[in-house]
T-cell receptor
């Protein structure tokens, strides 16, 4: 069964450093998303991406965040200068349509020290 | 603003019993609702969805009920199994990205 894969599974970084979280969505999907989940809290929407551009973003997704689809298979989330409060599990998701049926990866646990 | 919330943060159920997880929503214009399950250490996993033109939809061992009058939906799991232990999220989507509620942790007692 096709799945969304994310790398790395864990990322530890120093405050102020740049991190890139990587995702390989399901190959024939057209809609891509990043969500995050701070420990013990709900899953929060960050950004959606369709047709090679951001379609929507939340207030969390400020100028420190960017997304890119550098080739036909990868979808990345970059945090330019990490803050302590960026520590969370980051989930990539993809969907074949614009519906709510999304396929999530297993996440990247980001720890900012 | 819109919000999606759960009535109870935790639910404990005996193995073999039926589980009912409830969810309230505030946006009366929402026309599509989804239930996701998140097991420990994993990403959310789609369970079942329902559109606002339906009151009930059944899947394998799961049923979602939608009451638009009181803006409430529920997820029923028949014959709950240990593998059903997870956090369950309801989510709504109405021309916006998927918005998750806080989740209900279902614990299955063997």
């Amino acid at each position: 069964e096709p799945e969304v894969t994310q790398t790395p599974s864990h990322q530890v970084t120093q405050m102020g450093q740049e991190v890139i979280l990587r995702c390989v969505p399901i190959s024939n999907h057209l809609y891509f998303y990043w969500y995050r989940q701070i420990l013990g809290q709900k899953v929060e929407f960050l950004v959606s991406f369709y047709n090679n551009e951001i379609s929507e973003k939340s207030e969390i997704f400020d100028d420190q965040f960017s997304v890119e689809r550098p080739d036909g298979s990868n979808f990345t989330l970059k945090i330019r200068s990490t803050k302590l409060e960026d520590s969370a599990m980051y989930f990539c998701a993809s969907g074949g349509t614009g519906s709510g049926k999304l396929f999530f990866g297993s996440g990247t646990q980001l720890s900012v020290l | 603003g819109e919000s999606v919330g759960l009535h109870l943060p935790t639910l404990s159920v005996q193995e073999g019993d039926n589980s009912i997880i409830n969810c309230a929503y505030s946006n009366s214009a929402s026309d599509y609702f989804i239930w996701y399950k998140q097991e420990s250490g994993k990403g959310p996993q789609f369970i079942i969805d329902i559109r606002s033109n339906m009151d009930k939809r059944q899947g394998q061992r799961v049923t979602v009920l939608l009451n638009k009058t009181v803006k409430h939906l529920s997820l029923q799991i028949a014959a709950t199994q240990p593998g059903d232990s997870a956090v369950y999220f309801c989510a709504e989507k109405e021309n916006t990205p998927l918005v998750f509620g806080k989740g209900t942790r279902l614990s299955v007692i063997a």
